[in-house]
């Protein structure tokens, strides 16, 4: 085993090298925790602008990083997050999860895939770039948030927001999440899902089990709510996208005494949308079924993400052609998965694609990738500039 925090800077590469310094900083969302300002000195080094772009709507100052090389033509953005999510009881995890670890090859520690080791590629493959192209064509950016694994209320979303109100458009935006599924590159993510929420609250009338007839089960009422919904064919998908699906993620009832009929049950479920069907319609149709069922409910919806779709032009036939001639890979191009940043930026105009390592342990107790996945990601993203940025 080697511990890459106390192992010589010379036996590890500088992605390498780069990942463990970000793994190392407990940057426990919405915490930054020292990642952001050492991705500054490194940028600064070979010639880009960093702002420090800090929100906090949500209660809790939000460190946010825009940073641009070049002063005119098209901007390539890399977008990515500091923060990772909690590590959960440390005592689970083999190797202590900011203690960034090489074992038989894998890198192990909170934030080695999802998204750390991708941030350590982005700015390793710029210094590469810039050296062999101090004067490439169009700008490159970085778009680095600390609020990416919580509300993402002040991360890239406000971020996004100031940049349209200084007239600042993301020709090209890569999103650094985990997007491979059995090797690196072998899956890019060029749209993703919408995400629908809703808070429903069923009302009833409490009584004993003994005397149903002078009580109204809410339980009972929703059951065959939930089984029509459940059941229900939202849409048929698309060349790119699957069916819509509705899942039941909470449900909560009860006193907790036996013989005690509840007078509430409050659930929470979710959309996964394709663009076959607008929120709108999915609000629409859910709450005809409820109202077929002559429920006395409550609900309140929350959009957290339209889908969007980069289908083809310049940035997926890039990093289509960057995989290819690093790995000999033919890409696939997918928009299955759960939401990402990618969902604030895609609704500017931009083409959007998400482009990182194997997400097999992602949020996982022992997160880790394969250690050389990295060189391989930081060619990779190389590569994409040099098809975009000659």
């Given at each position: 085993m080697t511990n890459p925090t106390s192992a010589p800077t010379s036996v590890l590469s500088p992605t390498l090298q780069l990942a463990c310094d970000l793994i190392e900083r407990p940057s426990v969302t919405p915490d930054d925790a020292g990642c952001q300002p050492l991705m500054i000195k490194r940028l600064e080094a070979i010639g880009f602008h960093c702002q420090t772009l800090i929100f906090d709507e949500g209660g809790v100052p939000i460190k946010n990083l825009w940073a641009v090389r070049g002063d005119s033509g098209p901007i390539f953005c890399f977008a990515g997050h500091t923060d990772v999510v909690p590590t959960g009881p440390e005592s689970e995890w083999?190797?202590?999860?900011?203690?960034p670890t090489i074992k038989d090859g894998m890198l192990y520690g909170r934030g080695a895939a999802d998204m750390k080791g991708s941030l350590a590629s982005m700015v390793v493959a710029c210094e590469d770039f810039v050296a062999a192209n101090p004067n490439h064509?169009?700008?490159?950016?970085?778009?680095?948030?600390a609020d990416e694994e919580g509300p993402a209320i002040d991360g890239t979303v406000k971020v996004v927001k100031h940049l349209q109100e200084q007239g600042t458009h993301i020709d090209w935006c890569l999103v650094g999440e985990p997007s491979s599924t059995s090797k690196v590159g072998d899956t890019i993510k060029n749209g993703r899902r919408g995400s629908l929420g809703a808070w429903l609250s069923i009302n009833g009338k409490q009584g004993h089990v003994a005397y149903p007839h002078l009580a109204d089960n809410p339980i009972h009422r929703i059951a065959p709510a939930l089984a029509e919904l459940a059941n229900e064919n939202w849409d048929n998908g698309n060349d790119f996208f699957p069916a819509t699906s509705f899942q039941v993620s909470n449900f909560n009832s009860g006193t907790g005494a036996t013989n005690v009929i509840p007078g509430k049950v409050d659930i929470i479920c979710n959309f996964r949308f394709s663009t076959e069907v607008t929120a709108e319609e999915l609000q629409q149709r859910t709450e005809a079924i409820l109202q077929k069922h002559e429920l006395d409910y409550v609900v309140d919806w929350r959009l957290s993400g339209l889908p969007f779709l980069t289908a083809e032009g310049d940035l997926v036939d890039a990093a289509v052609t960057a995989i290819k001639k690093t790995t000999g890979i033919d890409t696939e191009l997918s928009t299955a998965g759960g939401t990402s940043d990618g969902r604030f930026i895609a609704p500017t105009g931009s083409q959007v694609v998400e482009l990182g390592p194997v997400n097999a342990t992602i949020h996982q107790v022992d997160e880790?990738?394969?250690?050389?996945?990295?060189?391989?990601l930081t060619t990779i993203?190389?590569?994409?500039?040099?098809?975009?940025l000659p």
């Open positions: 083999k190797i202590p999860p900011f203690s064509s169009g700008r490159i950016a970085f778009l680095i948030t880790c990738i394969l250690a050389s996945d990295l060189e391989t993203y190389t590569g994409i500039m040099e098809e975009l």
